[in-house]
């Protein structure tokens, strides 16, 4: 074989290029996520086979799925864990190529399966009489024999067209196992054919069986719209909506990976995409059926009971306090109440006093000044002597910590003034073990390019963004004064719509300011400390927006499908609690974030592509490796913005089931009326947040997130009031009594 052409033995996966900090970390959470995935699904198997009940066509079907999402999730994740631990790890050829073999056949097998299950609904909503002859067990097992031996024959084929390519060092796959794709990387020769194949294969697997889905549940809608009772359409949908969740997880991200167009970025957005189709939704179809799905509950609840412990048990291993008090015959909910409180003093307010003493010892070493080049080797030394004490603050895989010794690990965290004396004394010093090479220093400020447009279009652009932020402050602040001035408001619906108002004011009070001022004048620096400043704040306040919208989605559907239960589950405490703990939260996730840039070194220039320090914009003037800080933000999209709106989206559902249930037009048009809004405020915002941070970058991703950062920073919080005064008849009549008692005779 001429050139560099040899004949490859085995392979080297890449994995994620992290430190090995972030590796050991990553292997906890992977393990935890594998472990409910075989968890999960093997209860799915276990109920099926053991409940006689559960022996019907839908079920035998969930259980070949549950199969699968085993199989899909052991052929891939056992490699990966290891590849984390051990990363020099080397993987086979032959290994190689069967790990894509199974890959492959797994996932073409579950987009026939999700095909089988659609026309098994379709059969038994739109031919409910005749369901029992169709869906014979012939015919199931005939349906998944198909599925199985079709996913592998499809699978041979692309294996087929791999095998005989010669492959090229250096022999490293840029992926956490064998992914075919990454694997055609490696070839010498023409894989254009390959290529041809895989996006047939990707037509013929994907498009072909979402088409065909989607024509079933066409016409299970219109069957179910002809159904007369609510109960019957409400039982139907049930049916019908764990399914088209699983459809829309699996085949929207299987098509985005291999039929969408690709970019020059595609292989780490492929690697992210492979692993929520690889971990994440095996371990979610358990969840997603079983949440759904009352036959499964109560399949449960029957295994369950089999095996519950008698009256005078403590189900623990210790006479652990919870469990004790499970046993009372009275009321343990004041007992409980104070166990609650005790944890919030020991645990919460001892750790958000140490996060506060070491955001503030964080500042101090950002302060100290010295001669030379001897700043940074100085903080880096000062912060690891940080981290050995704030790694005490983890608990021990058995529980946590004694409380005295926590209390003694923030009396420790609390010498602020004698570790910042130590480490100015450290600097000071002009220790020769710490110099810094190269242009790494400490900014002192920063620029901010703002808009680059003509200064007569700057002047055009001040004007209106100064009218947006005075209808932002006004809209916001009539909402308000109206909720706060009139007792029929006094409900925990405006309750949470006023703290939505404060976030919109805060929102565009932190961010509007410097750059209507950036706009106008020639200045546009602001010293670091600020800029800092202004980041956490942007994180804090569209965190809490986030948080706030899902208890207000909450909220309404409290309101709706538990009316009479409505002021018991929504008391005032409770609205409360849920409102300080989502500022709470907002707060301490914002500061996870600016504790990891403060880490960082700086080089020069120091000009922020934005209109104010946003996050992305300030980790682009960093000299180390962002990976890590990158990697948290990704991860905290993921659970701030798709986690609640996932939770938006299921309270919504259950809020139509309930709806159709009303027999009366006027009161369907009333419950729809009192959630339009919110739905409104929660497209725009979640809309725009996805959009930003968690969609594919372009060519021109900073512009394009400067117009969203100003749709998000200003239109959106001036846009708010208007939605929920113009969507809402309780605000305008407020609204009208406040004008008449003004109005002069």
């Known amino acids: 074989?001429?050139?560099?052409?040899?004949?490859?033995?085995?392979?080297?996966?890449?994995?994620?290029?992290?430190?090995?900090?972030?590796?050991?970390?990553?292997?906890?959470?992977?393990?935890?996520?594998?472990?409910?995935?075989?968890?999960?699904?093997?209860?799915?198997?276990?109920?099926?086979?053991?409940?006689?009940?559960?022996?019907?066509?839908?079920?035998?079907?969930?259980?070949?799925?549950?199969?699968?999402?085993?199989?899909?999730?052991?052929?891939?994740?056992?490699?990966?864990?290891?590849?984390?631990?051990?990363?020099?790890?080397?993987?086979?050829?032959?290994?190689?190529?069967?790990?894509?073999?199974?890959?492959?056949?797994?996932?073409?097998?579950?987009?026939?399966?999700?095909?089988m299950m659609s026309y098994d609904?379709?059969?038994?909503?739109?031919?409910?009489?005749?369901?029992?002859?169709?869906?014979?067990?012939?015919?199931?097992?005939?349906?998944?024999?198909?599925?199985?031996?079709?996913?592998?024959?499809?699978?041979?084929?692309?294996?087929?067209?791999?095998?005989?390519?010669?492959?090229?060092?250096?022999?490293?796959?840029?992926?956490?196992?064998?992914?075919?794709l990454a694997?055609?990387?490696?070839?010498?020769?023409?894989?254009?054919?390959?290529?041809?194949?895989?996006?047939?294969?990707?037509?013929?697997?994907?498009?072909?069986?979402?088409?065909?889905?989607?024509?079933?549940?066409?016409?299970?809608?219109?069957?179910?719209?002809?159904?007369?009772?609510?109960?019957?359409?409400?039982?139907?949908?049930?049916?019908?909506?764990?399914?088209?969740?699983?459809?829309?997880?699996?085949?929207?991200?299987?098509?985005?990976?291999?039929?969408?167009?690709?970019?020059?970025?595609?292989?780490?957005?492929?690697?992210?995409?492979?692993?929520?189709?690889?971990?994440?939704?095996p371990m979610l179809n358990p969840l997603i059926y079983s949440l759904r799905n009352r036959e499964v509950h109560a399949a449960l609840k029957r295994w369950l009971e089999k095996g519950r412990p008698s009256p005078h048990e403590v189900n623990h291993f210790f006479c652990e306090i919870l469990s004790v008090l499970r046993l009372a015959c009275v009321a343990s909910g004041f007992k409980q109440l104070?166990?609650?409180?005790?944890?919030?003093?020991?645990?919460?307010?001892?750790?958000?006093l140490v996060m506060v003493s070491y955001t503030r010892i964080h500042f101090a070493i950002l302060k100290i000044q010295s001669p030379g080049q001897t700043q940074a080797p100085a903080r880096r030394g000062s912060f690891e002597r940080t981290d050995r004490l704030m790694l005490q603050l983890s608990p021990p895989p058995g529980g946590a910590q004694n409380p005295l010794e926590q209390l003694s690990v923030v009396s420790r965290g609390f010498d602020g003034n004698a570790s910042c004396q130590h480490w100015e004394d450290v600097v000071t010093t002009g220790n020769p073990g710490m110099s810094m090479g190269g242009n790494q220093t400490w900014i002192p400020e920063v620029t901010l390019l703002g808009f680059q447009v003509e200064p007569a279009l700057e002047f055009v652009l001040f004007g209106l963004f100064a009218l947006c932020y005075v209808l932002t402050l006004l809209g916001n602040g009539i909402i308000l004064g109206l909720v706060c001035l009139d007792c029929r408001l006094h409900s925990p619906m405006y309750f949470f719509l006023s703290h939505l108002a404060i976030i919109d004011m805060s929102y565009a009070s932190n961010n509007v300011p410097k750059m209507l001022a950036n706009l106008v004048s020639r200045n546009r620096t602001i010293s670091f400390v600020p800029c800092l400043m202004q980041t956490y704040l942007f994180l804090a306040f569209a965190h809490a927006e986030c948080l706030i919208l899902v208890v207000m989605s909450y909220d309404r559907y409290v309101a709706i499908c538990h009316p009479l239960q409505?002021?018991?589950?929504?008391?005032?405490?409770?609205?409360?609690?849920?409102?300080?703990?989502?500022?709470?939260?907002?707060?301490?996730?914002?500061?996870?974030?600016?504790?990891?840039?403060?880490?960082?070194?700086?080089?020069?220039?120091?000009?922020?592509?934005?209109?104010?320090?946003?996050?992305?914009?300030?980790?682009?003037?960093?000299?180390?490796?962002?990976?890590?800080?990158?990697?948290?933000?990704?991860?905290a999209c993921v659970f701030i913005l798709v986690g609640p709106l996932c939770l938006v989206l299921v309270s919504y559902t259950r809020i139509l089931f309930a709806v159709l249930r009303i027999q009366s037009g006027e009161g369907r048009r009333k419950a729809f009326s009192t959630c339009s809004s919110h739905?409104?405020?929660?497209?725009?915002?979640?809309?725009?947040?996805?959009?930003?941070?968690?969609?594919?970058?372009?060519?021109?991703?900073?512009?394009?997130?400067?117009?969203?950062?100003?749709?998000?920073?200003?239109?959106?919080?001036?846009?708010?009031?208007?939605?929920?005064?113009?969507?809402?008849?309780?605000?305008?009549?407020?609204?009208?009594?406040?004008?008449?008692?003004?109005?002069?005779?």
């Open 183 to 281: 694997v055609l990387k490696l070839a010498c020769a023409d894989t254009h054919l390959n290529k041809v194949m895989i996006v047939a294969a990707g037509v013929l697997a994907l498009v072909g069986p979402l088409l065909v889905i989607v024509v079933s549940y066409g016409h299970i809608l219109r069957a179910v719209l002809r159904i007369q009772s609510a109960e019957g359409r409400q039982k139907a949908f049930s049916t019908c909506s764990s399914h088209l969740c699983v459809v829309g997880l699996y085949y929207g991200t299987a098509i985005i990976m291999y039929v969408g167009p690709q970019r020059g970025d595609s292989q780490e957005q492929r690697k992210y995409l492979l692993l929520f189709h690889s971990l994440f939704n």
């Open 1 to 115: 074989m001429g050139g560099n052409q040899t004949s490859v033995t085995e392979f080297l996966l890449v994995g994620f290029p992290l430190s090995p900090r972030m590796k050991v970390l990553l292997f906890g959470l992977f393990s935890l996520l594998y472990a409910f995935t075989l968890l999960g699904n093997g209860v799915i198997l276990g109920l099926i086979s053991l409940d006689s009940r559960l022996h019907t066509p839908m079920y035998f079907f969930l259980s070949q799925l549950a199969t699968v999402d085993i199989s899909y999730a052991c052929n891939t994740v056992p490699q990966m864990l290891i590849n984390l631990l051990s990363p020099a790890q080397p993987i086979s050829f032959a290994g190689c190529m069967t790990q894509t073999f199974l890959f492959l056949t797994f996932a073409l097998t579950e987009c026939f399966l999700l095909v």
């Open 338 to 352: 104070v166990t609650f409180a005790a944890s919030v003093f020991v645990l919460v307010g001892p750790l958000f």
């Open 566 to 635: 409505y002021t018991v589950i929504m008391s005032w405490r409770v609205c409360t609690g849920l409102a300080v703990t989502s500022w709470v939260f907002s707060f301490l996730l914002a500061l996870v974030h600016v504790v990891l840039i403060l880490r960082l070194p700086f080089c020069g220039p120091h000009e922020v592509n934005h209109f104010f320090c946003e996050i992305l914009s300030v980790l682009r003037l960093a000299c180390a490796d962002t990976r890590l800080n990158q990697l948290v933000i990704f991860a």
């Open 679 to 745: 739905l409104g405020v929660v497209g725009l915002f979640f809309g725009s947040a996805i959009v930003m941070y968690m969609a594919p970058k372009s060519s021109h991703p900073e512009e394009q997130q400067k117009v969203l950062s100003l749709f998000y920073s200003l239109c959106n919080p001036m846009l708010n009031p208007l939605i929920y005064s113009l969507r809402n008849a309780e605000v305008k009549g407020a609204l009208r009594r406040v004008l008449r008692k003004e109005r002069p005779t």
């Open 121 to 180: 609904r379709h059969v038994a909503i739109c031919l409910p009489l005749r369901y029992s002859t169709i869906m014979s067990w012939r015919v199931c097992v005939t349906l998944a024999g198909a599925s199985w031996i079709l996913g592998v024959l499809l699978a041979v084929v692309g294996i087929v067209l791999l095998l005989p390519l010669p492959f090229c060092g250096p022999q490293k796959v840029n992926h956490f196992f064998c992914e075919i």
